[in-house]
């Protein structure tokens, strides 16, 4: 089983930000998951250098602290699958295209990033 990681720094909005800003407006709210998704995208269309038929991927979550419940944080998987199909890394993040993920946490204070392991199945 191929594999490669992608590694976007910093971190993505999680749900709660999300709804917070789409209660303000729901413009807003689709602005910044468009926002987000971008982001994913460029880091995918940068970095990746193989594109998928079937996916299995392992996210690793690496904050600042622990101030963000955890599945606040994880949602924000919607981006990176999104900005994957965008990047033609997949051809869709249905279930065609994704086996299956998993989420693993981990705090590093001075790196905030998410580390996408991206497996072939």
């Known amino acids: 089983m191929k594999?490669?990681?992608i590694t976007i720094q910093g971190?993505?909005?999680g749900l709660n930000e999300l709804i917070h800003e789409t209660n303000k407006h729901h413009k807003a709210g689709n602005a910044l998951k468009q926002e987000m998704t971008t982001i994913c995208e460029m880091y995918f269309r940068r970095y990746c250098k193989k594109k998928y038929?079937?996916?299995?991927?392992?996210?690793?979550w690496i904050e600042?602290?622990?101030?963000r419940d955890k599945d606040n944080i994880a949602s924000a998987k919607k981006y990176i699958f999104d900005g994957m199909q965008q990047a033609g890394v997949i051809e869709n993040d249905g279930w065609e295209n994704v086996e299956s993920f998993e989420d693993k946490f981990s705090v590093d204070k001075d790196n905030a990033r998410i580390e996408v392991t991206i497996k072939e199945v």
Not at 53 to 60: D, L, S
Not at 64 to 67: A, D, L, Q, W
């Open 64 to 67: 600042p602290n622990k101030k």
């Open 11 to 13: 971190r993505l909005v």
């Open 53 to 60: 038929k079937k996916i299995h991927v392992i996210f690793h």
């Open 3 to 5: 594999s490669e990681i």
